[in-house]
């Protein structure tokens, strides 16, 4: 795609890019004077990643990990890996996310383990493809754990500066220059410089420029990024206000605990064993409503102030009220951030209305009437790169050496954050080992969904991962990312010895387990049908294995205990067996399309393809195809506006290409 | 890649007196097994031989046809698969029986070019030919969508949407609580999505049954001439059951009031009402007659009106017209006996009044056929470019929405048998996949799009 075609394509891209250039000129006055030390080299390393948040984090060990020294930028060494918004880690499909990172041998798994305050399983009644792990996470303890970790982490370094601008030479990554005019070189760059691109506060009326959570805004990098011709994308989000707990009245609210039994992220950290603390849930109500209704043109979102896209799945609360009249009331979940602090998170109050709005709607809610806000709701915009430039391993095309990773490819999320982050360092480690690229597909993991849809599709919103997006979800579970990936993080090096043998252990496990259950016959006897009746299932007449028996649906592995005299084992071996077992047919099934998928996707499409030149594509297919790049066929078939004659075309020059030779 | 069996006619169907459908891939002996009664079966047959059986189906036993069937085994084939031809007799019923019966036991609707396309695929066809290759897949794909549309256009498409809506509906409903666990709406019941699911699958039963070519197939398309007396009717009535195979039918004659024939008009049956008989033989009872003509008109699913052109447009024409307009029916206007016409200018100017007309003459044997091709396209909704597209992208359409069948009735199963919504979502999710393969659209797209426009979320 040229420059412009993909500019035409976003209409609100340019006003977004004048807005900016307007706020430049306002902030020129706040930059004091750089004299820039003429070429002072602060240093050299293989990797640099500029941004310490989810995905940089994640980037960085990765590469450090892999051997490779490695420097990490942040604006502000205080707040490595904050979470800006809400509290807690995991949820559905990102719960899934984040054990795909840990069976990788990525970070984040451990390092929520290690500061969770509250755990729960979400979905638990609704099949396996949907259990989701969620945990509360201490902000504070968590970023310090993690700052802790890159401080301790071989290869790597970790630096205070604003990153300015991007060495290039040739269309090859050389270096960075920071605020103070030094220059580092490296022969990778992995930008994940989350919302911070040009950010803009906006509370009511008030618009300032500046981070998340008071932090400095990088105002210059967005110029570097175009002048590479990179498009950029300006997208909006928003968090809500902060409350201190001394000023709730908690014997209005309903308590939330957490899940009794605790479920760890990580495939490492074994039984876990915590105080926990509850969250508390409010709601809506008719004031609240009428408070936001009166004062809707004092929204940004609705005065026109806000141009960035917001993403549908975050609305702000005035968003809420204004699409769905009809409802009466909406929940909100009072989220404690941490054991350190009284501050509290209000979970559905999400709002860009003016201050004075703010303190009325939220003293509207059922036990907050004397409510105190430390820190009031904002929405925030930022520039973030059109995803569809990059290629699958997270590098963009057509610039050696440039990697992209988490909210700058506009997506949204920690756990999307990170699991970007994590395949950037690795896919930075692979291109400096002159290895192939690590591109997980979409029946491997939701980070390959993820990938998949935002380089191949792009997207129009902040782009958040659903078990919806996932074709193969039953087979792409929380509780097999290990069997999916453990293998392949132990290929890439990522995975300690300690960890794989672990995953060899349980694999061993379950596969003796299952032949275990096929082997073993039970009699038609009364103890066996008392033991059927008492579980409410019919009675056989001649023997059945033990794995048919489970496949019974009010069967459970448990129950067996009374009639059969197999090893204790531990807890996650009897959730595999019992899932392959009781969803063998769907499994199969899902199996099968997973193979139908493969080999769309093993049909490699070379780079040097024009497609422009290809006989009987049609015209949309040879433009799309041509900026796109797909790697394979697969990947061809999911860019909007090509069509299956398209394919079936590509599928013949295929061949012709192959025997020409 | 090349794994599965396709089936497709490659004949034209209606104007042969024969149709060949064309089977090819791995399991192209296997599936014909099952349909094809031979003194051999197929798999034993010798390749490249023919022999004569029938086709049976298998779901209800009927025999479909008296048939040749083709054995050739890979490579010396067109494919360089494994093909079997079946040559059956020509027409749109059975060519189109005997597809959907092929689509289900196995085979998948060839997609168009790709027999061509395997071909060139499997090396059959050389390198030179590679681009003639690509634009044919092109120009076909084209061209049938372009049939696709037309067919889908009216009732049918209507109803496929209301299906398709309520499947997006229910599936965003389990999907919102599955994505969004603590959303504070009414979590939906596996009994309830069983319920609504079997709902589904009543409303896709009765648009498999109403598709479009299957009722006229079935049923056959009821055709009245009517006109004033002495226009022709008869002999028309006569030259059409003449030309046409006459189809035996079990149908009773409910009255014998008027003259009735079945024939088959290009692969559509047709039973022709020949009002004629009305006036003739009941002659003087003229108030009788003519509310029998009315009668028929109504019952008609089209109407052909005779005009005797030598007379001119006279003002019992126009009575007449005007019935059939009123009855809202469509119709066909054709001017006959153009041949005792002296002056052409006196057609010219009737047929500027009313330019579908068509000039006639049943003695000299012209404007017949063309008053066939009127009936036929009627008959497929698609006055031009008629030819075995039509019928083709018709069985696929059947053939998608009884796959999308197939898994409700899974996701029905799923929701009784207590499995977890997770189940049940899967299975719907496909019934879509194959609904969205007729209407080319996305199902996962749609469905997250649904959530979000009937849920409020966020936090």
């Known amino acids: ?661 | 890649m090349i794994n599965d069996t396709i089936a497709g006619v490659s004949t034209a169907v209606g104007n042969s007196g024969i149709s060949v459908i064309r089977l090819s891939g791995p399991d192209a002996f296997l599936i014909a097994d099952k349909i094809f009664k031979g003194k051999y079966s197929v798999s034993e047959q010798e390749s490249h031989t023919i022999q004569y059986g029938k086709i049976i189906s298998n779901e209800t036993n009927e025999v479909i046809d008296e048939v040749l069937l083709i054995k050739m085994e890979a490579p010396r084939t067109y494919t360089r698969e494994d093909v079997v031809e079946i040559s059956s007799h020509g027409g749109y019923t059975i060519a189109s029986s005997l597809l959907n019966l092929l689509y289900s036991n196995g085979a998948r609707p060839a997609e168009p070019g790709e027999f061509t396309k395997r071909a060139f695929l499997n090396g059959r066809i050389d390198l030179s030919q590679a681009e003639a290759v690509m634009d044919i897949i092109q120009a076909r794909t084209q061209r049938v969508s372009k049939v696709a549309v037309k067919q889908l256009e009216g009732s049918v498409s209507q109803k496929l949407n209301v299906i398709r809506e309520r499947i997006i509906t229910l599936l965003s409903d389990i999907e919102v609580n599955l994505d969004y666990p603590e959303y504070d709406a009414e979590e939906i019941t596996l009994a309830q999505a069983g319920k609504e699911t079997t709902s589904i699958i009543i409303e896709i039963d009765s648009l498999i049954k109403s598709f479009h070519y299957g009722k006229l197939l079935r049923e056959g398309m009821e055709i009245v001439i009517s006109g004033r007396p002495n226009v022709g009717k008869s002999s028309l009535m006569n030259r059409l059951t003449r030309k046409n195979r006459s189809i035996v039918t079990d149908i009773p004659g409910t009255t014998r009031d008027t003259v009735e024939e079945y024939v088959n008009i290009k692969g559509i049956p047709v039973k022709l009402v020949d009002t004629a008989g009305v006036r003739e033989t009941l002659d003087q009872v003229e108030q009788q007659g003519v509310e029998r003509t009315i009668k028929a008109i109504s019952d008609a699913d089209l109407v052909i009106l005779l005009i005797d052109i030598s007379q001119g447009f006279t003002a019992e024409d126009h009575d007449l017209l005007n019935k059939i307009l009123k009855e809202r029916k469509p119709y066909v206007l054709c001017f006959n006996k153009t041949d005792l016409v002296d002056d052409k200018q006196k057609i010219n100017d009737n047929i500027n009044l009313y330019p579908d007309a068509i000039p006639m003459s049943i003695s000299e044997d012209r404007g017949v056929d063309e008053l066939e091709e009127r009936i036929f396209g009627y008959a497929t909704e698609n006055s031009q470019d008629i030819d075995n597209q039509v019928l083709i992208t018709n069985a696929r359409h059947e053939g998608q929405l009884k796959k999308a069948k197939e898994h409700l009735e899974s996701a029905y199963r799923a929701s009784v048998s207590k499995m977890t919504l997770d189940m049940v979502a899967l299975d719907l999710k496909a019934a879509l996949e194959e609904l969205g393969k007729i209407t080319g659209d996305h199902a996962d797209q749609d469905v997250i799009n649904a959530i979000f426009s009937r849920f409020c979320l966020g936090k």
């Open chain 1, 1 to 661: 795609m040229t420059k412009e075609s993909a500019q035409n394509d976003r209409g609100t891209k340019r006003s977004a890019q004048n807005d900016k250039r307007a706020l430049r000129k306002e902030l020129n006055g706040y930059i004091i004077k750089v004299i820039y030390m003429k070429d002072f080299i602060g240093g050299e390393y293989d990797v640099i990643v500029v941004g310490a948040g989810h995905a940089g984090c994640e980037a960085a060990l990765a590469t450090a990990r892999l051997g490779f020294s490695t420097a990490i930028f942040t604006l502000n060494l205080d707040n490595i890996a904050n979470m800006p918004c809400n509290p807690n880690i995991g949820g559905t499909a990102k719960g899934q996310l984040v054990r795909e990172v840990d069976a990788l041998g990525g970070q984040m798994g451990i390092s929520a383990d290690a500061n969770f305050i509250q755990s729960k399983i979400l979905n638990r009644a609704k099949g396996p493809a949907v259990y989701s792990l969620r945990a509360q996470i201490d902000r504070r303890a968590y970023s310090d754990y993690m700052k802790y970790v890159l401080e301790a982490q071989e290869n790597l370094e970790i630096k205070q500066a604003e990153v300015t601008g991007i060495l290039c030479e040739n269309q090859k990554i050389k270096g960075i220059r920071i605020h103070t005019g030094t220059v580092f070189y490296c022969r990778i760059l992995i930008l994940t410089t989350g919302t911070y691109l040009n950010a803009n506060i906006i509370i009511g009326e008030s618009k300032i420029s500046s981070g998340p959570d008071g932090l400095l805004p990088a105002n210059r990098l967005s110029d570097s990024l175009e002048e590479l011709g990179i498009e950029l994308l300006r997208f909006k989000t928003g968090t809500p206000p902060r409350i201190n707990e001394r000023s709730i009245d908690y014997s209005k609210l309903i308590e939330q605990p957490g899940d009794e039994d605790i479920v760890p992220f990580s495939f490492m950290s074994g039984e876990l064993q915590i105080e926990q603390v509850p969250c508390y849930m409010t709601h809506t109500t008719a004031e609240t409503h009428r408070i936001i209704r009166e004062n809707l043109h004092r929204a940004p979102m609705y005065s026109g102030e806000i141009k960035g896209i917001g993403a549908r799945y975050c609305p702000s609360i005035e968003d809420k009220i204004v699409r769905f009249a009809d409802k009466e009331s909406h929940q909100v979940f009072v989220e404690p951030m941490g054991l350190g602090t009284k501050e509290v998170y209000l979970q559905g109050m999400s709002t860009s209305m003016p201050e004075d709005v703010q303190l009325k709607m939220v003293r509207s809610l059922p036990g907050l009437e004397k409510a105190q806000i430390m820190r009031p709701a904002y929405a925030i915009e930022y520039d973030c790169i059109n995803p569809a430039q990059l290629k699958l391993s997270l590098e963009i095309k057509g610039i050696e050496g440039l990697f992209f990773a988490g909210q700058i490819n506009g997506s949204s999320g920690y756990e999307e954050a990170a699991a970007q982050g994590l395949m950037a360092g690795i896919n930075a480690a692979m291109k400096l080992q002159n290895r192939e690229p690590l591109v997980l597909d979409r029946s491997q993991a939701y980070i390959g969904v993820l990938i998949d849809d935002l380089v191949t599709k792009g997207t129009n919103e902040p782009y958040r991962m659903m078990t919806s997006r996932a074709e193969y979800r039953l087979y792409l579970r929380q509780d097999n990312a290990d069997l999916r990936l453990t293998t392949i993080g132990h290929e890439i090096g990522l995975v300690t010895p300690e960890r794989y043998n672990r995953f060899l252990e349980k694999r061993r496990l379950i596969q003796g387990e299952i032949r275990r259950l096929q082997n073993t016959i039970l009699p038609a006897n009364d103890r066996i049908n008392d033991f059927l009746e008492r579980h409410g299932s019919t009675k056989i007449v001649t023997g059945i294995k033990l794995y048919d028996l489970l496949k019974r649906p009010e069967m459970e592995y448990p129950y067996l205990k009374e009639i059969d005299q197999g090893a204790e084992l531990p807890k996650e071996v009897i959730e595999q067996v019992s899932v392959s077992i009781k969803y063998e047919g769907y499994l199969k099934r899902q199996m099968n399309q997973i193979e139908q998928f493969k080999r769309m996707e093993e049909r490699r499409l070379p780079e040097e393809i024009d497609y422009e030149k290809i006989h009987g594509l049609s015209l949309e297919a040879r433009q799309k195809l041509n900026a796109i790049k797909p790697v394979s066929l697969g990947q061809a078939s999911r860019i909007s506006g090509v069509s299956p004659a398209d394919v079936a075309v590509l599928l013949v020059y295929l061949e012709s290409r192959k025997r020409k030779g």
